[in-house]
């Protein structure tokens, strides 16, 4: 029998569970990086946490050259006593091509521990199952980074990068936006299980400029250069949003992890 007794009505903010996206180069792992107690593993193919700038904020642990190493390290953070209050991956577009090298190791083919795009179409005889296979491993990481939160209340922040795609509204024109640059399947995953999905980026006008013969062309001009911008709601060009406090926050803020953590302080309040 369940003990009724055990309910509890006190509040509490459990960590979050973070996605932030971005173009390249905009800042995605120094933001992170800033994060209490954080600690970042790195995912071949990516070099954000070489800049001696993130080294001085965060630990790094050494890179992950297959899966086995990623849930490696996640295993020795969730079993060892260590100070560490938020997990970084960085990022899952890397994270992505082990995955699939994984998944293609699990249907039998390329065992050389290889993983491409081409493969993981052929992987357990095509018709999806190699993504599918894929996305067992990418329920598998969730669990994981959920088991930190449950048990050592560790913030987790996955970083992605982004493609522009076009999208085809049901209910109205397609138009061109960001999208995360990982299976779409994966990328809904993971849209759920996030607590808040922040989107980094420049600020920038089109302006139109007569070229003659009656015709115009667009050309972009950045507002404030040098400055850099999260977006905490989802809009037609990008994504973004979150549940809770973090569905109330402002939808611009300067790019820094001070400027999010004052902001959910102030929607919590």
Same mark, same amino acid.
């Given at each position: 029998? /369940?003990?009724? $007794? +055990?309910?509890?009505?006190?509040? &509490?903010?459990?960590?979050? &569970? #973070? *996605? ?28 954000? +946490?070489?800049? !001696?700038? *993130? ?14 190493? +990623? ?13 560490? @209050?938020?997990?970084? *991956? ?11 090298? =994984? ?9 050389? %521990? ?10 357990? %005889? ?20 959920? +088991? ?8 987790? *922040? ?38 808040? #999905?922040? /989107?980094?980026? $420049? ?15 667009? #050309?972009?001009?950045? #507002? ?8 905490? @709601?989802?809009? !037609? ?5 979150? &549940? ?24 919590? =309040?």
């Amino acid at each position: 029998m /369940f003990d009724l $007794n +055990a309910v509890t009505s006190d509040l &509490r903010m459990r960590a979050p &569970r #973070i *996605i932030c996206l971005g173009v390249e180069k905009i800042g995605k792992t120094t933001f992170a990086a800033n994060a209490p107690g954080s600690i970042l593993l790195p995912i071949k193919g990516e070099e954000g +946490a070489d800049d !001696p700038d *993130i080294q001085k904020v965060c630990k790094v642990l050494p890179v992950c050259n297959d899966l086995g190493d +990623a849930f490696g390290w996640l295993d020795s953070l969730l079993k060892q006593e260590h100070p560490y @209050q938020t997990g970084i *991956i960085d990022s899952t577009s890397t994270l992505e091509a082990l995955m699939f090298a =994984a998944a293609c190791q699990r249907c039998g083919l390329n065992k050389d %521990g290889t993983g491409t795009t081409d493969n993981i179409l052929k992987a357990g %005889g095509g018709f999806g199952t190699g993504y599918k296979e894929t996305l067992v491993l990418w329920r598998s990481l969730v669990q994981w980074l959920d +088991a930190l939160r449950n048990q050592r209340n560790m913030t987790t *922040i996955l970083i992605g990068h982004v493609t522009v795609g076009k999208f085809d509204d049901p209910g109205g024109s397609s138009y061109d936006q960001f999208k995360w640059d990982i299976n779409e399947k994966a990328a809904a995953l993971l849209y759920r299980w996030a607590d808040v #999905i922040l /989107f980094a980026n $420049n600020k920038v006008v089109v302006e139109e400029k007569d070229v003659g013969f009656n015709k115009k062309q667009g #050309i972009g001009r950045e #507002i404030n250069p040098g400055a850099r911008f999260l977006y905490t @709601q989802k809009r !037609p060009s990008h994504p973004g949003g979150g &549940r809770g406090v973090y569905g109330r926050l402002p939808y611009e803020l300067p790019l820094t992890w001070q400027d999010f953590q004052n902001a959910v302080a102030t929607a919590s =309040a």
